[in-house]
């Protein structure tokens, strides 16, 4: 339904599209209608690459993210590229895995497609945190055990666990913590968390690959954890989970 009344996507402009965790029926409708519309499609390095049977036969795939060990492009060359497109005349899909919002640049690409006019919208998408609380059959927040929600990356821009984090706030035993980007910092996160008072019993989890058919669930204490994460250093993309509200799941 291209270009309904309610959700308008002209030419030159820009769709910043959310493609959820990777299952394809995880989609919103609105993603779905934006891809069918699309003339350009830039897209990151998803979990699954099922998204494809919705665009237009017509369209220009542009693969943006990290392949087969290449590094990606640059942010800026990115976001260059959007930019012509766009103002190429191109209806735009950028299509981002998880939400475009969380952990995604799209700041920088507002920003950029802003500053030389040009219209840009946001299709929200499942983030890889409940996408892989759904894949535990957990409830991230559980009342009287977890009230609150943290989202947090666990690597800097040189890949290293940040200096800045607030880890009073992450060793909080209410909340529930879900680790962007964490797989080789969690070992040193857990032991700065133990530090602070974490009862190194706390429930955990890694959602590795979650929506390919790699898919792999590892549970255990944040200390089991980080001693796998430690030792094994998975390949796939990794959400790592933690918090009384994993408890019995
Ligand atoms: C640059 S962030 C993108 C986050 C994304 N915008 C979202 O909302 O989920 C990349 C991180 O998201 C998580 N991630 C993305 N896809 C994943 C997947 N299929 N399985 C597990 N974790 C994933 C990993 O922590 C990965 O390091």
Redesign the pocket.
Known sequence: MPGSPTSPFPPGSVALV?AG??DADLLTLRAIQRLQAAEVVLYDDL?GEDFMSFVNSEAELVAVGKRAGHPSPKQDEVSRLIVAYARAGKRVVRL?????T???RSDEELRALRDVGITVEIVP?I???TG?AAALGASLTKRGVARRVQLVTGHDVDGRLPGDLDIAALADPAATTC?????ATFPALVERLLAEGLDPSTPAAV??????PEMRVVRGSVVEIARQLAAERPH????IIYGFALAQV
Not at 96 to 100: I, L, Q, R
Not at 179 to 183: A, D, L, S
Request: aromatic share 6%.
């Open positions: 959310g965790p990777g979990a981002k895995a998880g939400d475009p969380i952990f995604a998408g983030t890889t945190a892989a680790i962007y980007m964490g797989k959602v590795e690959s979650l929506g390919s796939g993309a990794c959400m």
